[in-house]
């Protein structure tokens, strides 16, 4: 059955992406024009503005008649979704899990029930923790040792489970005690509004868990993994008590030092953006601000506030050393057969680049520099391959159930 939320949401999102076409198709128009009226030409050099034309009526037209469509979707489907919770089925939340990605800040923006909030959800899939029906006390045997895994772009806690080999999560609580939450996000938000709100939840998690927490562990799943560094660079500035309880990080496939993906895109939105005919269907330049941080990595909001993310501009972010006191782990994937072969070499595991996931950069003020022990490059995997695999899982399970100091810590540069 479909939620009045969904119908909502999805309702406005169609509206949002007719009023975007309309611009388009407007900025085209004109451009074409322009183009074909000679007297245009010596408009632009004796500084006479545009006329407006009966074309640029017709667009304001249906500019208004959109937005008026959507104030009357809000006054009429606002009082009927207001408690209904739109996740309900796991095919829903991978598909708000993907529009989040994609335009997630525009969501939350706009203020669209598609928009995720971000919480814990537990092994049964139910959201837990403060503000949700089953508080953190409901769940069973809590133990003392808690591990949060984080997942990536366009994806959602879901994706952690039982796909083809099992659940990280649960063989963790099997066989190491630990007791599993999987962090549910809107991945289109900037990474840094993700990682101070992951650093104050994790806050609210340590006051509010039903047993004195002697253990924590975070795992992020690539964009996951660079929100669980920006929580931790923002925890850090705070002072907050949790992250002296964090014990271990594990990175699975995450571009510290940005997607090839990303950059290819960025790089192709910026050459578009340069030709007046091409600059209008630029669409890279309406993605989210998750995406475009995922060019080089951006963890705070001083990588990306005041500067033009569609513009091809230098790596300006600011260095950012893992938080001494954990123990970091990293893991890489490469589709070749051989992690030196060209293949594996130049585009990783699809996505990210083996430099990049292994934290390696030619700034050694950037360079996440950690002993081999703690790095290991999976062959003939791809990027959600990490997510489920039984050799990356045994891997994991068996870093984890190492005592602290029998695994080299981070090597400080």
């Known amino acids: 059955m479909v939620s009045i939320k969904s119908i909502h949401g999805s309702a406005q999102l169609l509206l949002d992406v007719t009023s975007g076409v309309t611009q388009i198709v407007e ?16 408009r632009d050099m004796a500084g006479v503005p545009p006329e407006e034309g009966a074309q640029g009526r017709t667009y304001q037209v249906i500019q208004s008649t959109t937005s008026l469509v959507q104030q009357e979707l809000h006054r009429s489907l606002d009082k009927f979704s207001a408690q209904e919770d739109i996740l309900k089925s796991s095919q829903s939340v991978k598909v708000a899990a993907a529009l989040n990605g994609v335009c997630g800040d525009h969501l939350e923006a706009s203020n669209n029930p598609l928009a995720i909030t971000m919480h814990f959800r537990n092994s049964a899939g139910q959201k837990v923790g403060p503000g949700s029906v089953n508080g953190f006390a409901s769940i069973q045997d809590a133990s003392s040792k808690i591990v949060v895994l984080v997942h990536g772009l366009c994806l959602s806690h879901e994706y952690w489970k039982g796909h083809n080999e099992g659940d990280l999560g649960t063989e963790l609580q099997r066989e190491s005690g630990f007791t599993p939450l999987y962090l549910n996000y809107n991945t289109g938000k900037h990474i840094s509004h993700n990682g101070k709100e992951l650093s104050q939840l994790l806050e609210n998690l340590v006051e509010s868990w039903p047993v004195e927490i002697e253990e924590l562990t975070l795992i992020g799943h690539s964009m996951g993994g660079l929100v669980i560094r920006s929580a931790c660079w923002y925890s850090s500035e705070l002072n907050l008590p949790w992250t002296g309880l964090l014990k271990n990080a594990l990175y699975l496939g995450s571009p510290h030092h940005g997607s090839a993906v990303a950059k290819a895109g960025n790089m192709l939105t910026f050459v578009m953006k340069k030709f007046r005919y091409a600059s209008p269907f630029a669409l890279g330049q309406h993605t989210s601000a998750g995406i475009k941080d995922l060019r080089h990595g951006n963890l705070l909001d001083d990588d990306w506030e005041g500067i033009d993310q569609d513009d091809f501009h230098p790596d300006y972010r600011k260095p950012v050393p893992l938080r001494e006191g954990t123990r970091h782990f990293f893991i890489a994937a490469a589709i070749g057969k051989n992690v030196s072969d060209f293949t594996s070499m130049m585009v990783g595991d699809l996505l990210v680049r083996l430099d990049s996931a292994e934290g390696h950069h ?5 360079k996440l520099s950690i002993s081999p022990e703690n790095c290991r490059v999976f062959e003939n995997l791809n990027h959600l391959d990490l997510l ?3 050799v990356v899982h045994d891997q994991i399970l068996e870093w984890l159930a190492a005592p602290p100091g029998t695994c080299r810590p981070v090597d400080q540069l």
């Open 388 to 390: 489920d695999n039984k």
């Open 362 to 366: 030619s700034d050694n003020l950037k």
């Open 27 to 42: 900025r085209t128009h004109r451009t074409i024009a322009r183009e074909v009226n000679p007297l245009n030409r010596l």
